[in-house]
Antibody
Framework: QVQLQESGPGLVKPSETLSLTCTVS????????WSWIRQPPGKGLEWIGY????????NYNPSLKSRVTISVDTSKTQFSLELSSVTAADTAVYYC??????????????WGQGVLVTVSS | SSELTQPPSVSVSPGQTASITCSGE??????VCWYQQKPGQSPVLVIY???KRPSGIPERFSGSNSGNTATLTISGTQSMDEADYYC???????????FGGGTKLTVL
């Protein structure tokens, strides 16, 4: 079973860029869909985006696309999230997850423990 | 519409059957997953591809998808099943991922 662990600052100032890293162990990062999903306090899950094809391709939630960048470092089996121009509405627990999708059937089999990021001055 | 609609809450007595629905346009042409999330924990996949259970998930969890509604059914509900449940689809045309708003299951 693949294990994922998020890391990064727990506090970000408004208008700055949120940066998180997910370290993957127990598996290769060259396949599957490496994803970021967030959950504002007391609210539901929101898909942010994913990277796949050994980092050659990405797909982002249209509502966040203008502010999101997901990248991968295969040598370190890590992938990262950058979310720019953050506001208080971006305060959430951020999860990284391993997605499996064959074009018809998709699922998130493994999740990190999540990291709370608060946007505040 | 690109939304998945779930009831905010469902209540069930121990030992009874709980049903949680997920409605969405054209859902009949898509495959649905379900996740269980307990307070302070990460989501756990309990159903994928409409009706398949990952290894380690109890048999009392089952799923179905008919018409524009997918349903998660928990038979013989136990107190340990009290949690939030989320449906999820992965759109085959856009490759976007969509989650339902979540349902809080209370075992009274």
């Amino acid at each position: 079973q693949v294990q994922l662990q998020e890391s990064g600052p727990g506090l970000v100032k408004p208008s700055e860029t949120l940066s998180l890293t997910c370290t993957v162990s127990g598996g290769s990062i060259s396949s599957d869909y490496w994803s970021w999903i967030r959950q504002p306090p007391g609210k539901g899950l929101e898909w942010i985006g994913y990277i796949y094809n050994s980092g050659g391709s990405t797909n982002y939630n249209p509502s966040l696309k203008s502010r999101v960048t997901i990248s991968v470092d295969t040598s370190k089996t890590q992938f990262s999230l950058e979310l720019s121009s953050v506001t208080a509405a971006d305060t959430a627990v951020y999860y990284c997850a391993r997605g499996v999708w064959d074009g018809f059937h998709g699922k998130f089999e493994d999740w990190g423990q999540g990291v709370l990021v608060t946007v505040s001055s | 519409s690109s939304e998945l609609t779930q009831p905010p809450s469902v209540s069930v007595s121990p030992g009874q059957t709980a049903s949680i629905t997920c409605s969405g346009e054209r859902l009949r042409n898509k495959y649905v997953c379900w996740y269980q999330q307990k307070p302070g924990q990460s989501p756990v996949l309990v159903i994928y591809q409409d009706d398949k259970r990952p290894s380690g998930i109890p048999e009392r969890f089952s799923g179905s998808n008919s018409g524009n509604t997918a349903t998660l059914t928990i038979s013989g509900t136990q107190s340990m099943d009290e949690a939030d449940y989320y449906c999820q689809e992965w759109d085959s045309s856009t490759a976007y991922v969509l989650f339902g708003g979540g349902t809080k299951l209370t075992v009274l």
